[in-house]
């Protein structure tokens, strides 16, 4: 990376400071997880933060450092953490059995929220986004009676095989602008999955036109984030949605809203914006207040044939209680209409910061928001795909800043360069104006010459 400049070495000083249990920690960890986390994008150089509680709008780390969440797991917690309303109904449940191996009765109520909230007519639950994704492909194969999927580079779907094609190569293996490569995101991989995955370009209609009019008898589904929340966050033009919707009326593809992080962003999720219905959504993160559930929803017609002797779906964990009493308080009572309207202004309120602020400080940026949610480039270029953010994302500056806010008690965005953040129900005002004081200071650190490095770790 090369030498850090002052302002950004003291930062980085300062960190490790502030978190010498988790450096401890991390020591015993190793030796029996590798890496010394659970999800590849936990671990850190030198060494990952370990947390021990949240509450509200807050986290603590194990050194006892409080800080403000706008990371929020990953967008999981738009309901904040630990909702009072929450608590009380999974203290109910927890003394009345957390599973119960059979269908629980109140798994209608649940359906018929999402069903109305985000216009599906039927769905099935899981625990996880990646199973409903890998769920929704199948349908989509099942269905059609194809094999080929067609995944876009620099979205994620998911830590399966399918998934797992194109989500951040480098700048030597990700192909083609028009025609981005096909490759896969580290060992083990499928063959045969990689086989049936097909790339186009994000936000790029001829890219994808290109492949199906190549295989037009066999793609089965067109998948995609409707907003990038992968590479930072990219939204895609409304006509490109339009002409994504014309293609697969015209060639028999299911097309596929992979909603995992905009279900929590806007009220009604990505249709809201895009006025586009896909044929199958999947849904998580948000929808279960802290607690593992997703599901995958759709036309009637298609997900009729998700059953015994059809499609198969499965999951001893489907549907367990704790998840559904959860996600039922989660959508009818904390993430009302009215709740997400203020998250979404303090995110204005925070976004008008942001620009503000760089402006001023003279930090090359971009700023891009959707609902609650926002990130920021440090980029001179607009960013509308996977090939831009390799070339313009100033990675180096990234880390000044995410640790430089760190310091002060903000986790700004989720931990990653390619990442956003969100602004939860439970956020307040003091929050924000905290937030941009923070914000302020750490503009200042990055004005410094600060050492670029090239995205070398995914390929
Ligand atoms: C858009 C999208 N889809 C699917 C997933 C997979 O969800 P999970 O980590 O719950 O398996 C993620 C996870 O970040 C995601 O961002």
Known sequence: MGELPPLTKKEVEKWRERTGKSKEIFKLTKKYIPFGVNSNYRAWEPYPPYFTKAKGSRIWDADGNEYIDYNLAFGVAVAGHSHPRLLEVIEERVRNGTILGFEYEKVYQLAE??????NVDMVRFQSTGLEATLHALRIARGCTG???????????????DFGLVATKPNIYAAGWVKRPAKVPSGLGVSEGALSEVLVAQYGDLESVEMIVRENPDDVAAIILEPVAMNMGMVIPSKEFMKGLRRICDEYGIILVFDEVKTSGKLYHGAEE??????DIKTFAKAIGGGYPISAVGGKKELMEYVGPGLIPHAGTFNTNPLAVDAAIVTLDEI????ALDRSIRYNEELVKAYKDIMSDEGVPHRIVYFGNSGTIFFSDHDINTWHDFLKYQRVGMW???FIGMMNRGVVATAPGYDEQWTVSVQHTEEDIEITIEALKDVAKILKEPIPDFRIIEAF
């Not at 067609?150 to 979205?155: R, T």
């Not at 993430?335 to 009215?338: R, S, V, W």
């Open 146 to 160: 194809r094999s080929k999927i067609i995944k876009f580079l620099g979205n994620y779907h998911g830590s399966h």
């Open 335 to 338: 993430l009302t209409k009215d």
């Open 113 to 118: 929220i999402i069903s109305k909230r985000f």
């Open 273 to 278: 914006y895009f006025n586009v219905k896909p």
């Open 399 to 401: 880390w000044a800043y």
